[in-house]
């Protein structure tokens, strides 16, 4: 059968397999955000079946993820914030952005006093790093720019570096946002092998190719190893990733990354490398960051919460997969069974992490200059405000819209925007119900 007569049949089928929504009752119809998530957390703790040296591995990486940090610690002299706690907080630690967002500490109580509050960081809106796509010269930028400078701080004497200037940016469209990332399972992801990633991008490739799905795993250009932590997936450990957050976010230098990024000799109050090995009885912060996060626990899923019920969740759980989400955003993938670790071999059960950890062209309305996007790992729980990428939508109805309207513009998606315009009505509505939860069931 010529590939055109397969992409006919295709739609063809979709097309009919969904039209029936058109008769559902009116309990499928007008898909409405249920809003956050109330209840237990259902994240945050250990994964089960840790030694008790691991496990007191983990309760140190908490305390030290947890921790905030001051001038004379090394924060600075540039910075986003002085905890990995602060950003990383909601529903519990490791998660994300907060509803209240901390970062209006940082001229208050943190008394950071040489700094103006960007105009798209507000009280109730979420954690967000600054990227610049291009420099003033036209050539590629890409890399994050720090809020804040330690400037006025009572333990920063003497530095007078300025804010860069960000209002500028925002008003030349020459700036895109980053949110916090849930870490909950990050040790499960680490130990899904490359080959099984690999197998899993290269599956269902008729369909994929007809719904214009590519893809690509970004590799670490030494070894080739599949790289897996980060927006963009550029760390590939938890130890890297760990050493770049608290460099990049912090300003706080480390033996991953032991320079500094504004070198200015006035602002410099800690020793260089500012975190390192004190002796053979006792490990640096990024050690513990990353025994933290190996370690902690993947959300618990729930069946049901207030205003959605099980038989919702499911069908729209399912509607997802028919819809075409899940070729990108895996819903599960096996560990490896050799994990030194046995409480990482996950009691031979799959990662339930909703990606397929590779780059995604993402559309027009979600691209950002900066490569290209992800299938971000969606191992998250409620509550939690929602939103795609950092833009803060106070509705996950349309952050779900959002991503759908970006990624059906592309050239390849008809079967899938077709589908979608049959969906407006009926069982839509369980298919968007699934979409919104699925960040706090997953």
Sequence with gaps: MSEARIRVLFVVTVVLLLGVSQNLPAQFRGARDPGVRGGAAGAGGPLAGLTPDEQEMFTVGLEDFSEEEGVTDGVGPRFNFVGCAGCHTQPAVGGTSPAQNPLLRVTSDLKFTGNVMPSFITPNGPIREARFQFNSDGSRDGGVHALFVITGNPEAAGCNIRQEDFETQV??????????????????????????????????????????????????????????????????????????????????????????????????????????????????????????????????????????????????????????????????????????????????????????????????????????????????????????????????????RTTSKSLFRRTGATAIRNSVRRRRTGSSATSTVWTVTLSRIC
């Design 171 to 400: 008003r030349n469209r020459n700036i895109i946002f980053r949110i916090p990332t849930p870490v909950f399972g990050a040790g499960l992801i680490e130990n899904i092998k490359d080959s099984t990633l690999v197998s899993n991008l290269n599956a269902n490739s008729t369909t994929k190719r007809n719904l214009g799905i590519s893809g690509r795993l970004n590799r670490n250009g030494n070894d080739g190893r599949v790289s897996k932590f980060g927006w963009k997936a550029q760390n590939p450990s938890l130890l890297v990733f760990s050493g770049e957050a608290y460099n990049v976010e912090m300003g706080i230098t480390n033996e991953a990354f032991p320079h500094e990024r504004d070198e200015t000799t006035s602002c410099q109050f800690a020793n260089v490398p500012n975190d390192v090995t004190a002796s053979v009885r006792q490990i640096g912060a990024i050690e513990n960051f990353a025994n933290f996060q190996r370690f902690l626990a993947a959300p618990t899923p729930v069946t049901s919460f207030t205003g959605t019920s099980s038989f919702s969740i499911a069908r729209g759980k399912q509607r997802f997969a028919d819809v075409g989400c899940a070729l990108c955003h895996t819903p599960s993938l096996a560990v490896n069974a050799n994990a030194s670790v046995v409480a990482l071999r996950n009691n031979g059960q799959p990662a339930n992490l909703y990606s397929d950890l590779a780059l995604h062209q993402m559309g027009p309305g979600l691209a950002d200059d900066i490569l290209q996007g992800a299938a971000r790992a969606v191992m998250s729980s409620g509550p939690r405000p929602c939103g795609v990428s950092a833009s803060g939508s106070s509705s996950c109805t349309t952050a779900v």
